[in-house]
């Protein structure tokens, strides 16, 4: 708010970018223009609201909402050093876990269970299960990309608090409470995502992470006992949600969701993606209609199923609702909802700068680039390294400031060429998938790659050849 000036004129005035401190962590550039534009947007929306606590936007709520931050949790980590950020934001979660709130069926609160809001400008009702499901997706990914324990160790009594209440909603093992697939396009309401859907799968994916982190403390009853809960939930929801004639469950975002956390039963997985691709092509024609559950795994899982066509064109596509139709309106920040908007009228009273809708954008280092973490030494100690999408794009930068150091992976694609410069820090290793037509003469500084130093050859995969590989600098051509 600008005041005491009459007619403040455009040199009257300065914009500064004020936020919290986190320094950056990761960095992604291309040879497609558009694609860098959508990452900068993606990055900027979240720089927009860390301001202590990431906010749902920064001049209306400016409320930590529990299902936004890990919505987005793993684009910040990829891109800034969100270590502190994150451990602070659960300290947060537990101070709102006093005396017990009521929930938005106006029924009495549970003593212990946080509200929906970490800290904010107000706290709304107890937690739904789809947004307190934070409290472990958040310490998970703390111990994931930063090998940390203590997080998880500290709040753990809330994690199977938590838990226990979601489960104690379950009717035949189906969770039918919760706030949805937020904010498609369109609407803020879940449109063609049941909540059902998705409060579910989340409860699956937080019962197998929550069986993870139990293990990694020595809580091996408690480990037990949520795999136990896990495999009655995924019973429960492919006999409930799968449609065996067409392979799906539904919507973008319920297809999307039930792969990203591991429903289908392994052998369903690729039919299920393929139902996922062929919807987006036919029924949804070409454009995604996911909110924030289902925008977040989208396009890395048609890429892991080998539908990266169909992944590089739904992010692409011209026209409403598509990102590319927002950066043509003019946007450099994404709005918490959008409709097709009519040149002759004014926009909706909406927010213009929400994060939870950035969460997609860790596609661009865990998919393009390639660059994950492995559960089984966490803090990127093991990298499993899969570059996506050389077919559409003909150069990639891209880098990951891990707790051993920096991760880098850069390619180029030009001509049927394929040529991939990979850094791997001291003390970690890597599994790399290099794309090829010819696994046998793929070269590594020039020599064949099986007799590189540092690299160890596994298997033909898929197009690829698969090698391990020390720490160190390698670069690897390809015919593709």
């Known amino acids: 708010e600008v005041v005491g000036l009459p007619e403040p004129r455009l040199e009257n005035i300065t914009g500064v970018v004020v936020r919290t401190d986190l320094p950056r962590a990761g960095s992604f550039a291309s040879s497609d223009d558009y694609l860098n534009r959508v990452y900068r947007t993606s990055l900027r929306t979240i720089e927009g609201n860390i301001h202590s606590i990431l906010e749902d936007c920064p001049h209306r709520e400016k409320c930590a909402w529990l299902g936004d931050t890990h919505a987005v949790g793993e684009t910040m980590i990829f891109n800034y050093d969100a270590a502190q950020f994150l451990t602070k934001f659960m300290a947060d979660v537990e101070t709102v876990c006093g005396p017990p709130r009521g929930t938005y069926e106006g029924k009495p609160g549970t003593p212990g269970i946080p509200s929906s809001v970490a800290v904010g400008r107000r706290l709304p009702q107890e937690a739904r299960p789809d947004w307190g499901d934070a ?21 753990y009594p809330l994690m199977k608090r938590w838990l226990a209440h979601v489960g104690r909603m379950a009717k035949d093992d189906i969770i039918y409470q919760g706030y949805g697939d937020w904010c498609p396009p369109g609407s803020r309401d879940p449109i063609g995502s049941p909540v059902e859907i998705t409060s579910t799968a989340f409860h699956y994916g937080t019962l197998r992470r929550a069986a993870a982190i139990a293990r990694v403390l020595g809580h091996t009853t408690d480990a037990q006992d949520f795999d136990a809960q896990a495999d009655k939930s995924r019973q429960a929801f492919n006999a409930r949600f799968l449609d065996r004639a067409t392979m799906s469950y539904g919507s973008q975002t319920s297809n999307a969701v039930a792969l990203r956390f591991g429903l289908p039963e392994a052998a369903d997985a690729p039919r299920v993606a393929a139902a996922l691709a062929l919807r987006i092509r036919t029924t949804d024609r070409g454009h995604h209609t ?64 929400h994060p939870m809708q950035s969460g997609f954008a860790a596609w ?22 899969k570059p996506q999408q050389f077919r559409r794009i003909e150069w990639v930068k891209a880098s ?21 410069e ?7 290793t890597a599994t790399v998938y290099v794309p090829t037509a010819d696994p046998a003469a793929v070269l590594e500084g020039g020599a064949p790659a099986a007799k590189s130093r540092g690299v160890k050859p596994l298997r033909p995969e898929n197009g690829r050849a698969v090698f391990e590989i020390e720490s160190g600098h390698y670069r690897f051509t390809s015919r593709l």
């Open 290 to 353: 996911t909110g924030i559950h289902g925008a977040r795994p989208l396009y890395t899982v048609l890429d892991d199923h080998g539908h990266s066509g169909v992944a590089m064109d739904v992010m692409t596509v011209p026209g409403y609702p598509g990102y590319r139709y927002l950066l043509d309106w003019g946007f450099t920040t994404w709005p918490e909802r959008y409709v097709d908007f009519k040149p002759t009228e004014r926009f909706p009273d909406r927010s213009y700068n």
């Open 135 to 155: 409290v472990v997706l958040v310490p998970w990914d703390l111990y994931l990309y930063y090998g940390d324990t203590q997080v998880m160790a500290e709040h």
């Open 400 to 420: 990951h400031a891990a707790p051993a150091g920096l991760i880098r992976s850069e390619w180029t694609s030009k001509n049927g060429n394929f040529q991939w």
């Open 422 to 428: 990979i850094t791997v820090p001291s003390g970690s």
């Open 364 to 385: 661009f280092h865990e998919s393009i680039a390639g660059i994950r973490p492995v559960a089984t030494a966490p803090g990127f100690r093991r990298i499993e390294m």
